[in-house]
T-cell receptor, first 115, second 113 residues
Framework: DTEVTQTPKHLVMGMTNKKSLKCEQHMGHRAMYWYKQKAKKPPELMFVYSYEKLSINESVPSRFSPECPNSSLLNLHLHALQPEDSALYLCASSPWAPGSGNTIYFGEGSWLTVV | DAKTTQPNSMESNEEEPVHLPCNHSTISGTDYIHWYRQLPSQGPEYVIHGLTSNVNNRMASLAIAEDRKSSTLILHRATLRDAAVYYC??????????????FGQGTILTVHP
C-alpha cells in the first residue's frame, strides 16, 4: 500500500482564520515533506521532516507552521494567510532520511483558497 | 544546485514510443537522476531513477549518457493515460541541498489517439 493521504481535499479560509492541513502515511516511512504548487508551476519544497525532526525549512514564512506528531503524521498549521498563498499543498513521504536514491511518494494534495 | 533543462512540450501518438530528453550538464558524481510525472489534478508520481547505468521498470526505461550530462526517459508504447507533465530532477547526496528534490519546469506530454 503506497499511499499518502491528505485531508481536506479542498479548504477555503479567510485571512484571519486558523486552519490545518493533515497528512498521513502507513508505509513506515521516516521522512515526510510539504510542497506548495501554484497553477501551471512545478512543486516547490517547503519543509522536510526526517525521523520526526525538522531538517529542512526553505525559508517559509512563519504563517505556515509544520508539525510532525509521530512518524506517520504530518500537519501544516495555517494562520493569517494571504490570498497569494492559495495553491495546491502536497504532502509526500520517503522510506528513510532524505537522500539521493530515495523514492518519494506524493499525496493527491489539498487545494487551498484564501479569501 | 545542479539544474535540468527539458523541452516545454512534446507530442506523441498513441502506441508509439516516446523519448523525453533532459540535459543536466552540471551534474555531480553523486547526483541521482529522477523522473516523476504529474497527471492533471493529481500529485506527482514516481516513474524511475538511476545513477550511471540504464534502468528499466514496468513503467519506462531510463537511458543515461556515458558522461551523465543528459538522460532520456523512454515510454515504450504511449497511451492516453501517459499524458502528463514529466519532470527530470537531480537529487544530491551531500552538501546544503542534501535530500532536496527540486522540480524544474518539466515537459508537457500530449498523446494523440
Amino acid at each position: 500500500d503506497t499511499e499518502v493521504t491528505q485531508t481536506p481535499k479542498h479548504l477555503v479560509m479567510g485571512m484571519t482564520n486558523k486552519k490545518s492541513l493533515k497528512c498521513e502515511q502507513h508505509m513506515g516511512h521516516r521522512a515526510m515533506y510539504w510542497y506548495k504548487q501554484k497553477a501551471k508551476k512545478p512543486p516547490e519544497l517547503m519543509f522536510v521532516y526526517s525521523y520526526e525532526k525538522l531538517s529542512i525549512n526553505e525559508s517559509v514564512p512563519s504563517r505556515f507552521s509544520p508539525e510532525c506528531p509521530n512518524s506517520s503524521l504530518l500537519n501544516l498549521h495555517l494562520h493569517a494567510l494571504q490570498p497569494e498563498d492559495s495553491a495546491l499543498y502536497l504532502c509526500a513521504s520517503s522510506p528513510w532520511a532524505p537522500g539521493s536514491g530515495n523514492t518519494i511518494y506524493f499525496g493527491e494534495g489539498s487545494w487551498l483558497t484564501v479569501v | 544546485d545542479a539544474k535540468t533543462t527539458q523541452p516545454n512540450s512534446m507530442e506523441s501518438n498513441e502506441e508509439e514510443p516516446v523519448h523525453l530528453p533532459c540535459n543536466h550538464s552540471t551534474i555531480s558524481g553523486t547526483d541521482y537522476i529522477h523522473w516523476y510525472r504529474q497527471l492533471p489534478s493529481q500529485g506527482p508520481e514516481y516513474v524511475i531513477h538511476g545513477l550511471t547505468s540504464n534502468v528499466n521498470n514496468r513503467m519506462a526505461s531510463l537511458a543515461i549518457a556515458e558522461d551523465r550530462k543528459s538522460s532520456t526517459l523512454i515510454l515504450h508504447r504511449a497511451t492516453l493515460r501517459d499524458a502528463a507533465v514529466y519532470y527530470c530532477i537531480l537529487s544530491n547526496a551531500g552538501g546544503t541541498s542534501y535530500g532536496k528534490l527540486t522540480f524544474g519546469q518539466g515537459t508537457i506530454l500530449t498523446v494523440h489517439p
